[in-house]
């Protein structure tokens, strides 16, 4: 059965820090997604990794992928008030036509 | 370019009640599923659609039924609703699974409560 784990659950930050959002799962998968959610609102896709090594950025994101080490994370640099929001890491069930196993989200508050 | 909308956005049942929710994309998508989210929990797949005429369960099927008639509409039927149903329900639709890793798109959402 896979499982996916993100830490920390909760992070509450100042402006202009730079954190790291871990999502680790539990079998072997080379597919993961990351998205975000605002509060009361729907899903947004931020990243499709693809394969082991891969790296993503999108402004002061950066989402990347060990699949040997069962691990993918979301770097935040320089983190502003505008990325508090949920985030989400997904993971692609090879063994189960793709389903996606979701992790319980990480809730980002960012302070002025 | 509407994208993957739901209807109702809210509904109140009461214990025993049936009802459906509407989900209708107009990507051309192939690949349509239904996600219940709960606090704490993240997303739990319900059912999910690979195409017109075939669906299959999900992660937490019981209570929930589906069907998949044309590639646009994805309607999830609740068949009695019990207060355990209180969640927020999503529809998101792909490209396709498998092999090109396209990411879902989702709709806004129908909060549903059950008293």
């Known amino acids: 059965e896979l499982k996916v784990e993100q830490n920390p659950l909760f992070l509450s930050m100042q402006e202009g820090k730079n954190y790291t959002i871990y999502c680790n799962y539990s079998t072997t998968s080379d597919r993961l997604y990351w998205y975000r959610q605002d509060p009361g609102k729907s899903l947004e896709s931020l990243f499709v990794l693809l394969s082991n090594g891969a790296v993503k950025q999108e402004g002061r994101l950066m989402a990347s992928l060990d699949t040997k080490a069962r691990l993918s994370t979301l770097h935040i640099t320089a983190a502003v008030h505008d990325l508090s929001a949920t985030y989400f890491c997904?993971?692609?069930?090879?063994?189960?036509?793709?389903?996606?196993?979701w992790g319980a989200g990480t809730k980002l508050i960012i302070k002025p | 370019n509407a994208g993957v909308t739901q209807t109702p956005k809210f509904q109140v049942l009461k214990t025993g009640q049936s009802m459906t929710l509407q989900c209708a994309q107009d990507m051309n998508h192939e690949y349509m599923s239904w996600y219940r989210q709960d606090p704490g929990m993240g997303l739990r797949l319900i059912h999910y659609?690979?195409?017109?005429?075939?669906?299959d369960q999900g992660e937490v099927p019981n209570g929930y039924n589906v069907s998949r008639s044309t590639t646009e509409d994805f309607p999830l039927r609740l068949l009695s609703a019990a207060p355990s149903q209180t969640s927020v329900y999503f529809c998101?639709?792909?490209?396709?699974?498998?092999?090109?890793?396209?990411?879902?798109?989702f709709g806004n959402g129908t909060r549903l409560t059950v008293t």
């Open positions: 997904a993971v692609a069930h090879m063994d189960s036509n793709y389903q996606l196993i």
């Open positions: 998101a639709s792909s490209y396709s699974r498998g092999l090109s890793g396209s990411p879902l798109h």
């Open positions: 659609s690979v195409g017109a005429g075939i669906t």
